[in-house]
């Protein structure tokens, strides 16, 4: 399809050296002419990864190694978007290139290697000593942001080995890196961040939950573990509406991670959420027998704690015909 392109951009689309040298021995082309999107040859060539193509156009001194197209994306840009190496090598030569620049939503060339999980493209980026690396999107999340989302370990690796890179720095959510990569599930990048000295293992999104809240949610036993395993984490923070991390492994029926929270010394095993709804009381509503009798062997779990609206674990379980709870409560 016909986007303007004259035919030097054509053939730096394609990467076809010899017919732009010869396009370039001419008097009456404009090595810089952008086609209807404002891209120039040389953005043409980055996005292929064409470095021969690339190292020729550099070397004319009419060429702006640094024009972005309509939607602010300069070459680099592109490059690092599709994982071109040698490209970004060649460009990131150029001191008037700068590798901060973010196209027209905001996202850098180091936020593009991040996402798309090129650690190569990543680690060159970060030898740019006016690179910054804590640089967030409109959403105001950072390259490291979306490799924990992505579960980029090797990226997120590149990306915490500098000292500068903050692994506290929430979105616009308050979602950390730490939060991110727990609601996804992603056990390495789990890892790595908690390496981290200056990481704080308990910072909780706008919404109130927590990493160890996410890794509950999700079911991710091993991540709980983890989590669990560190002192400066609160098994008892809440979410926004008073639900801990033992009401949500009550709420789904998760046996394992109940127990793991109940063998925390500093658990506290029947707090209520905003409606008053105990993690007993969770579990009968769901009929999981198995978690109501692993909550009733606690001493300090009130079976008869009601809700806010009066409704007791056993008034809830046999409402929904959940016979066998009810036995159990019945029993206690």
């Known amino acids: 399809m016909d986007a303007g392109n004259t035919p030097l951009a054509w053939a730096a689309c394609g990467g076809h050296e ?10 009456d082309i404009f ?35 640094d024009k972005p197209d309509r939607r ?16 970004v090598k060649i460009l990131l030569g150029r001191e008037e290139v700068n590798p901060n620049k973010a196209s027209r939503h905001g996202l850098t060339p180091l936020w593009c290697a991040a996402k798309n999980g090129y650690a ?7 030898g740019r000593i006016d690179i910054n ?9 950072t390259p490291l942001w979306y490799a924990a ?28 890196p730490l939060c991110c990569a727990a609601w996804n599930g992603n056990d390495g990048i789990v890892k790595i961040l908690l390496r981290r000295g200056d990481i704080d293992p308990d910072k909780p999104s706008d919404d109130g939950r927590t990493p160890l809240w996410c890794a509950t949610q999700g079911g991710y036993e091993g991540m709980v573990r983890m989590l669990l395993g ?12 008073g639900q801990t991390p033992l009401c949500c492994a009550a709420w789904s029926g998760n046996k394992r991670i109940v127990k793991m929270l109940l063998k925390r010394g500093d658990i506290n095993p029947d707090k209520p959420s905003d409606d008053g709804r105990t993690p007993l009381w969770y579990a009968a509503r769901g009929g999981y027998e198995g978690v109501v009798k692993i909550l009733l062997e606690r001493s300090d779990v ?11 674990p056993l008034w809830c379980a046999a409402s929904h015909g959940h016979g066998r709870v009810v036995a159990v409560l019945r029993a206690r």
Do not use: F, Y
Request: aromatic fraction near 2%.
């Open 18 to 27: 010899e017919v732009v040298e010869i396009l370039l021995g001419r008097d």
């Open 31 to 65: 090595p810089s002419k952008r086609n209807r999107e404002n891209r120039t040859p040389l953005w043409c060539a980055a996005q292929n990864g064409h470095e021969g193509v690339v190292k020729m156009l550099l070397g004319r001194d009419d060429v702006d190694p």
């Open 72 to 87: 602010g994306q300069t070459p680099l840009w592109c490059a690092a978007r599709n994982g071109h190496e040698g490209t």
């Open 120 to 126: 190569g493209v990543a680690e060159i980026l970060l």
């Open 133 to 141: 690396p804590n640089k967030p999107c409109g959403e105001g999340r």
């Open 149 to 176: 989302q992505a579960g980029h370990e090797g990226v997120a690796g590149v990306l915490l080995r500098r000292c500068d890179v903050d692994p506290n720095k929430a979105d616009n959510r308050g979602q950390t």
């Open 230 to 241: 560190r002192s400066d984490v609160n098994p008892n923070i809440a979410d926004s509406r």
């Open 302 to 312: 009130n079976p008869q704690k009601s809700d806010n609206r009066g409704i007791t």
